[in-house]
C-alpha cells in the first residue's frame, strides 16, 4: 500500500493505491491521524487505486470519522467491486459522502 497527501481546493486530498488490509490499515490510520492532527476542514481520502478493502480497512475508516469529529469533515471517493461495493454492502455509504471520483468530490465541495 502506497499513499500521497496532497492540497486540492482548500482540501486535504489523501490518495491510497494498492491493498488495505490487517498488515497495512495500521500504516494508513497513522497517515490519517497525522493528517487529523492538522485539524483540515476537508480530508478527501481517494480509494480508487485501491485494489483489495479489507474488514481492517473499513475498521480504520470508520476511526477516522470518529476522530474527526465535528473537526473534519471525510469524504471518500471509491468506484468499482474492490472498494464502492464494500462501503455500500456495509452502509458506510451512509456515514461518508461518496464519490466516484476525485472531480466530483472536489466539486461538491464548492
Same mark, same amino acid.
Given at each position: 500500500?502506497?499513499?500521497?497527501?496532497?492540497?486540492?481546493? +482548500?482540501?486535504?486530498?489523501?490518495?491510497?493505491?494498492?491493498?488495505?488490509?490487517?498488515?497495512?490499515?495500521?500504516?494508513?490510520?497513522?497517515? #490519517?491521524?497525522?493528517?487529523?492532527?492538522?485539524?483540515?476542514?476537508?480530508?478527501?481520502?481517494?480509494?480508487? +487505486?485501491?485494489?483489495?478493502?479489507?474488514?481492517? +480497512?473499513?475498521?480504520?475508516?470508520?476511526?477516522?470519522?470518529?476522530?474527526? +469529529?465535528?473537526?473534519?469533515? #471525510?469524504?471518500?471517493?471509491?468506484?468499482?467491486?474492490?472498494?464502492?461495493?464494500?462501503?455500500?454492502?456495509?452502509?458506510?455509504?451512509?456515514?461518508?459522502?461518496?464519490?466516484?471520483?476525485?472531480?466530483?468530490?472536489?466539486?461538491?465541495?464548492?
Amino acid at each position: 500500500m502506497t499513499t500521497t497527501v496532497e492540497a486540492h481546493d +482548500g482540501a486535504t486530498v489523501l490518495t491510497v493505491s494498492g491493498e488495505v488490509d490487517l498488515a497495512t490499515a495500521p500504516a494508513l490510520e497513522n497517515t #490519517i491521524e497525522a493528517i487529523l492532527t492538522g485539524k483540515p476542514a476537508v480530508l478527501i481520502i481517494d480509494l480508487t +487505486g485501491v485494489s483489495f478493502l479489507a474488514s481492517a +480497512g473499513m475498521a480504520t475508516l470508520v476511526a477516522a470519522h470518529q476522530r474527526a +469529529g465535528d473537526t473534519t469533515t #471525510i469524504v471518500l471517493v471509491a468506484d468499482g467491486p474492490a472498494t464502492s461495493r464494500q462501503l455500500k454492502m456495509t452502509s458506510l455509504d451512509q456515514v461518508f459522502a461518496l464519490h466516484t471520483t476525485l472531480a466530483e468530490a472536489l466539486a461538491a465541495l464548492r
